[in-house]
């Protein structure tokens, strides 16, 4: 008989995940559903994974709880599959059959727990030509079409959204849809499967708005002459007196009306409608944020449904006094960090621990996962060490 699972709060309280450790949208994701209150044990290996952060410093493995498995060592995918035995979900984020070779892939997971939801992560999926080979975001953009529209000079390169269209957004995200999704039909009929997430995916379904318009005639297949991709000049960013940024996004007649009256260019300006002349009118529009600093423009929009916004850095975003209400960004430890989100009335998540440092939880995991056979867990005497 397995010890009661703990109460986080949130609206996965009580459910158990196994996350195989990773880097990326894998413990993205698993961060996600820990915000939630779901119980996140990160299966950390000796030497581990990583970019070379600080492990006090990943936010993404906050609200977890980690444990140190050599799952190359005798015993450790045993162990593992000790922990699936309990688990609702499993995240994992290898290539396409490493975790097979390991000993812990679907089938032998699916053996110990019928009732599993199994979660992977990857870039080109499980099957395809390219499935086996490596590849980061920047790549899996590329190949679905999603990097080449992002950007405002259709003769220039395109622009590099960090990581976040592609890892995070087409990866982490459809894989926490997925596993969800699939938690609820094992919950109502017994019967667990294998989730496939692939960035590629995910990434080509975000776009699903815009192949509708392209379809349509309503977008042209090259960048930085649409109206959502800096082609229109109701619709991007301009500089401002002091260096600073300003982002417009005045689409609609009404709110396009509020904006050229406070930049003041009403009776100057350009028809909107005029596409011939929307190198004029993103000229004038230039022009007069030129004249002001980022703070005067910023007070000049405030309070107004001109739809324009100053461009905040990372470090100025907390500070807003609009995030600072709604208390989007919060300090935890010393650090500040994202809040959880989406927000919930009745269940509402929290951070409530700091980042998992690897091995940090095993004692205790191994007590309320009754899984003895966590202690002592693995042949790296450092990590001996640091669960004693």
């Not at 709880?65 to 979900?89: N, W, Y």
């Not at 930049?263 to 002001?292: H, K, M, N, Q, Y």
């Not at 000049?300 to 500070?319: I, K, N, Y």
Request: aromatic residues 6%; glycine residues 14%; negative net charge.
């Amino acid at each position: 008989m397995t010890t009661p699972r703990p109460s986080h709060g949130g609206p996965l309280s009580g459910v158990r995940v196994v996350e195989l450790a990773g880097i990326g949208p894998g413990p993205f994701a698993a961060m996600l559903l820990a915000d939630l209150g779901a119980d996140v044990v990160r299966v950390d290996r000796p030497g581990g994974p990583g970019l070379g952060v600080d492990p006090a410093y990943d936010l993404t493995n906050r609200n977890k709880r980690s444990v140190l498995v050599d799952l190359k060592a005798d015993g450790g995918p045993d162990t593992v599959l000790d922990l699936v035995e309990r688990a609702d979900i499993l995240v994992e984020g290898y290539r396409p059959g490493v975790a097979e070779r390991l000993g812990v892939g679907p089938e032998a997971c699916l053996a110990r727990n019928p009732r599993l939801v199994y979660g992977r992560m990857t870039g080109w999926g499980q099957d395809g030509p390219l499935a086996p080979t490596a590849g980061h975001d920047i790549a899996y953009l590329a190949l679905t079409g999603t990097l080449g529209m992002i950007g405002p000079d259709p003769d220039g390169p395109p622009v590099i959204p960090a990581n976040l269209v592609g890892d995070y957004a087409g990866g982490s995200l459809y894989l926490v849809i997925g596993v969800l999704a699939a938690l609820q039909h094992a919950r109502a009929h017994g019967e667990g499967q294998v989730v496939d997430a692939a960035i590629v995916d995910g990434a080509a379904h975000l776009a699903t708005m815009i192949h509708g318009m392209l379809a349509a005639g309503g977008w042209q297949d090259r960048r930085g002459v649409n109206l959502l991709d800096g082609g229109c000049p109701f619709y991007g960013t301009y500089e401002t007196a002091d260096g600073g940024y300003m982002a417009v996004g005045a689409l609609e007649q009404q709110f396009y009306d509020e904006f050229v009256r406070l930049l003041g260019i009403e009776e100057s300006a350009p028809a909107r409608r005029d596409l011939a002349r929307w190198p004029e009118l993103r000229e004038a529009v230039a022009e007069r944020f030129r004249t002001r600093t980022r703070e005067e423009w910023t007070e000049v929009f405030a309070g107004t449904d001109a739809c324009v916004a100053p461009v905040l850095s990372m470090r100025e975003a907390p500070g807003h006094p609009h995030l600072a209400a709604r208390g989007t960004f919060v300090e935890h430890e010393g650090l500040v960090q994202p809040a959880p989100a989406p927000r919930f009335s009745a269940t509402p998540g929290a951070v409530r621990t700091g980042p998992a440092l690897p091995g940090g939880d095993t004692a205790e995991v191994a007590r309320d996962w009754a899984v003895p056979a966590l202690v002592p867990p693995v042949s790296d005497p450092a990590a001996k060490e640091q669960q004693a």
